[in-house]
Every structure is written in C-alpha cells, then in structure tokens.
C-alpha cells in the first residue's frame, strides 16, 4: 500500500483551490 500525505480527497480540495486562484488570476489580468 502506498503511503501519502495526503488522501483524495484532500489533492482534489487542493487542485480545485489552486484551480481557483490561476482562474482568478486570468480574469484580473483580462480586465
């Protein structure tokens, strides 16, 4: 069994998160 850090369902939060910011960052700078 692998061992990480962190589980699923805490790199999906992260993802979406990081997701987020990168979209908000592009409609900052298009504006």
């Known amino acids: 069994m692998k061992k990480s850090r962190f589980t699923d369902s805490q790199i999906l939060a992260i993802l979406k998160q990081a997701e987020a910011e990168i979209i908000q960052e592009a409609?900052?700078?298009?504006?």
């Open 27 to 31: 409609i900052a700078k298009k504006w």
